[in-house]
């Protein structure tokens, strides 16, 4: 069965201290796996898609990089407007419209 | 652009009613997708459109949910007859391309509340 698994479930650092969220995967073949921020009262927000093993992105003080069986989200330096839960997705070769959700991690920036 | 519209943004309802979600996608995207949000269950993909068309429904919980989509800028999700259980965050989103894995932009979202 297609999984996403998202840790830690929160998250409280003190503003410029890095850290990572980590998103595990388990599907018949990925098409793509997805980050998305979300603030609360609002929908996601749509931050990087990555398709193979390997590949890295960036964005300011977030990093993605994806390996066949997970997926990091580097924060570095973190700022409190960085708090917002982060929502890790994938895409399965087995289903082109079918998209999957994790449960998502919760990070709070301390000033 | 004013970004992906919803209404209504919250709606309360009574067991039994009919409910009616709306959305506007972003001019020119081509691919619609409602999305439910709960504690319990997280973020579900309900159904996905593709130019106007229904690609996957199977997320549609029972029949008691429809969805429509008459033309490129409109799309509508209805329950009948709601239940508590409803209760959520539903979300449409929109993308342009064929598939989920393009950027999909989502809107603000309407919380729905089944008392």
């Known amino acids: 069965e297609d999984q996403v698994t998202q840790s830690p479930e929160a998250l409280r650092l003190q503003e410029g201290e890095s850290s990572s969220l980590n998103c595990s995967y388990t599907?018949?073949?990925?098409?793509?796996l997805f980050w998305y921020r979300q603030d609360p009262g609002k929908g996601p927000e749509f931050l990087f898609t990555?398709?193979?093993a390997g590949e890295e992105k960036e964005k300011e003080r977030l990093k993605a990089t994806l390996t066949k069986k997970e997926s990091f989200l580097h924060i570095t330096a973190p700022k409190p407007e960085d708090s917002a839960t982060y929502l890790c997705?994938?895409?399965?070769?087995?289903?082109?419209?079918?998209?999957?959700f994790g449960s998502g991690t919760r990070l709070s920036i301390r000033p | 652009d004013a970004g992906v519209i919803q209404s209504p943004r919250h709606e309360v309802t009574e067991m039994g009613q009919e409910v009616t979600l709306r959305c506007k996608p972003i001019?020119?995207?081509?691919?619609l997708f409602w999305y439910r949000q709960t504690m319990m269950r997280g973020l579900e993909l309900l159904i996905y459109f593709n130019n106007n068309v229904p690609i996957d429904d199977s997320g549609m919980p029972e029949d008691r949910f429809s969805a429509k989509m008459p033309n490129a800028s409109f799309s509508t999700l209805k329950i009948q007859p709601s239940e508590p259980r409803d209760s959520a965050v539903y979300f449409c989103?929109?993308?342009?391309?064929?598939?989920?894995?393009?950027?999909?932009?989502f809107g603000p979202g309407t919380r729905l509340t089944v008392l």
């Open positions: 001019s020119g995207h081509n691919s």
């Open positions: 989103a929109s993308s342009l391309g064929q598939a989920p894995y393009n950027e999909q932009f």
């Open positions: 599907v018949s073949g990925l098409r793509g």
């Open positions: 990555l398709y193979s």
């Open positions: 997705a994938v895409q399965p070769y087995s289903s082109a419209s079918k998209i999957i």
